[in-house]
């Protein structure tokens, strides 16, 4: 069983919907989860950092964490069609603290 | 502000050589971390580089080893290239122990 699992679509939504991605975990240890958005051939770019549990809002998007259930979701509100990129899951804590574990990746298409 | 730069961003070897890549931090950062994104996966940690010295392991072979300078600079070195080590090489940097790290573009590396 991966530490993190994600679950890889492909996520294919009209403009303007809400689109929630998921992600689950194992390891009671982490506490940092963050949200990375990567579109095609290019390097992952930070989207959402939160500690612990918890509900994080920076504009169209909410990171919510619920350590007892071991499982992150990211809401984007208003989708558009610049969105349509992977979305990477990211976690770190304990032992592994500084090492970034990261889920497969959701793959999102937002069509106009 | 420069963000965190990787060169080259695209490299093609033969099996059996060896190869260098580069990372320049984003200002202000120490920490370098490396990682390997296979096609259709999320990133996975080779190591990461702290005041010179590897902090952290992930499970890759020794023929993978890395070198930080004294500018927080970091070299990531792979020896007998084998087919399966082509993939994207991504480059990340933090501050101190800090978790929040930013991504590199990555280097494509090609093994044929």
């Known amino acids: 069983q991966k530490e993190v699992e994600q679950d890889p679509g492909p996520l294919s939504v009209p403009e303007g919907a809400i689109v929630s991605l998921n992600c689950t975990y194992s390891?009671?240890?982490?506490?940092?989860f963050m949200w990375y958005r990567q579109y095609s051939r290019k390097g992952p770019e930070l989207l959402m950092y939160?500690?612990?549990?918890g509900n994080k809002e920076d504009g169209r998007f909410t990171a919510q964490v619920d350590k007892s259930s071991k499982y992150i979701s990211l809401f984007i509100r208003d989708s558009q069609p610049s969105d349509s990129a992977t979305y990477l899951c990211?976690?770190?804590?304990?032992?592994?603290?500084?090492?970034?574990?990261f889920g497969q990746g959701t793959i999102l298409t937002v069509h106009p | 502000d420069a963000g965190v730069t990787q060169s080259p961003t695209h490299l093609i070897k033969t099996r059996g050589q060896q190869v260098t890549l580069r990372c320049s931090p984003k200002?202000?950062?120490?920490?370098v971390s490396w990682y390997q994104q296979a096609l259709g996966q999320g990133p996975q940690f080779i190591f990461q580089?702290?005041?010179?010295?590897?902090?952290q392991r992930g499970n890759f072979p020794d023929r993978f080893s890395g070198h930080q300078f004294p500018n927080y600079s970091s070299e990531l070195n792979v020896n007998a290239l084998l087919l399966g080590d082509s993939a994207l090489y991504l480059c990340?940097?933090?501050?101190?122990?800090?978790?929040?790290?930013?991504f590199g573009q990555g280097t494509r590396l090609t093994v044929v």
């Open positions: 200002s202000g950062h120490d920490t």
């Open positions: 990340a940097t933090s501050v101190g122990r800090g978790t929040e790290a930013f």
């Open positions: 990211a976690m770190s804590g304990g032992t592994s603290y500084g090492k970034l574990t």
């Open positions: 390891n009671s240890a982490f506490q940092y």
């Open positions: 939160t500690y612990s549990s």
């Open positions: 580089y702290y005041e010179e010295e590897e902090r």
